[in-house]
């Protein structure tokens, strides 16, 4: 099962989950990061990376409905975005919503 990125990485962009995929399986927009299914090799490297917990297994929308949504979001704008596979600056709001979101 791929893993998926969440609300919580809008208005964040945090990126360092992105160091740690070994398979470039990360897009981006000015937003925030996608994970594309068919890349994700399902190795859970980028979850435990995420300062602001965006990033979850698919397969936990079944016990999280809300999560459910992220699944085709994710699939849809990461193929049409850039791979971002190295580190960079988080937006300018990313503190802002890092304590907004109680981390």
Not at 17 to 40: L, N, Q, R, W
Not at 67 to 95: D, F, G, M, Y
Request: proline residues 10%.
């Amino acid at each position: 099962m791929p893993y998926i990125v969440t609300e919580n990485c809008q208005k964040c962009r945090f990126t360092d989950c992105v160091t740690v995929c070994p398979v470039d399986a990360f897009h981006g927009d000015a937003e925030m990061v996608y994970i594309e299914p068919d890349a994700c090799i399902d190795c859970g490297a980028c979850e435990p990376q995420c300062p602001v917990k965006a990033i979850y297994e698919d397969r936990d929308a079944e016990k999280k409905p809300a999560l459910k949504p992220w699944i085709e979001i994710n699939k849809q704008r990461s193929v049409s975005l850039p791979i971002i596979n190295a580190k960079q600056a988080p937006l300018p709001t990313a503190l802002d919503r890092k304590k907004e979101l109680g981390f």
